[in-house]
């Protein structure tokens, strides 16, 4: 009885340290490396902020210059800054603007006062102006990252901010609708410890004019529009038999440059070969 039941207990060990071996697997703490690249905190940009509030450089984004005096563009003591004034400049991948005289200067995160501020301070030091006299301003004027990303029932996109600031704004734009439910569009603010998610009736709203959730978009925000139960049952109908479509569409391809070759006068009836 005794040699059964430690027979019993070997044998449930030996099941079990497989299964022990796989939890802890599992459970396995990426290395330090990887934890220096996951996202800490927000969207995982470089630079995050609040657009509605006050413009911040991004990569990307074009910075034009503004003297606040015009003696800075007549005064020939200060005609390199006039380079500076030319045209707007990008924010290179490495976050940094070029200025003539001081070199790559990194603005990237800043603010429009911010920019403005440093740029100031750094050409003043070079030629020991008067602050009164010598101070420049900055607007970003252009920036390509500053989108909204939307997903679902009809395909996935990637929006402009600046043309749609709230979800009524971006709904309307939205084509082809017929298979999503606007009772059900989910605003997600992505965060690695605290995201966001609101579901929003558009027909509400339409129908009844309450704005309380026309939220205003901000960037990297993510808009999902589900399907409605029919547009669910089309969209899968329409994933099976797209390898079908795909033979069908190739064998009208097929037929039609048939029928282009002979009508060029070929006599070869198969028409030409192609390798």
């Known amino acids: ?5 430690s027979m019993g207990r070997r044998l449930l060990l030996w099941l079990l340290v497989p299964l022990f071996g796989l939890l802890a697997a599992c459970g396995t703490v990426p ?9 800490q905190k927000g969207f995982g940009r470089r ?7 006050e413009n911040y450089a991004s990569v990307g984004a074009f910075i034009q210059f503004i003297p606040t005096s015009m003696d800075l563009l007549t005064d020939p003591a200060y005609a390199e800054v006039g380079m500076i004034l030319a045209a707007a400049q990008p924010v290179g991948i490495d976050g940094t603007i070029y200025l003539p005289l ?5 603005i990237i995160g800043l ?3 911010q920019i403005g501020a440093l740029v100031t301070e750094k050409l003043q030091a070079y030629y020991s102006a008067d602050p009164d006299l010598f101070r420049i301003d900055a607007r970003i004027i252009s920036k390509p990252n500053e989108a909204v990303f939307v997903f679902g ?6 929006l402009p901010l600046i043309q749609y600031e709230t979800m009524l704004d971006l709904y309307v734009a939205l084509p082809d609708l017929g298979l999503a439910n606007i009772g059900k569009f989910r605003l997600i603010r992505a965060d690695p410890q605290n995201p966001m998610i609101v579901t929003i009736n558009i027909r509400d709203m339409i129908l009844y004019g309450n704005t309380t959730y026309n939220l205003r978009l901000r960037e990297n925000d993510i808009i999902y529009v589900p399907a409605t139960l029919l ?3 089309s969209l899968f109908l329409k994933r099976l038999l797209q390898p079908l479509t795909v033979i069908i569409d190739s064998l009208f391809r097929y037929n039609s ?11 070869d009836p198969y028409g030409p070969v192609i390798f």
């Open 102 to 106: 001081v070199g790559p200067t990194l």
């Open 31 to 39: 290395s330090k490396e990887v934890q220096e690249l996951l996202v």
């Open 257 to 267: 440059l048939r029928w282009n070759w002979s009508s060029l006068g070929s006599n």
């Open 47 to 53: 630079a995050e902020g609040d657009v509605h509030v």
């Open 153 to 158: 029932a009809m395909g996935r996109f990637k």
């Open 231 to 233: 547009g669910q049952i």
């Open 111 to 113: 603010t429009e006062s």
């Open 1 to 5: 009885m005794m040699v059964q039941e």
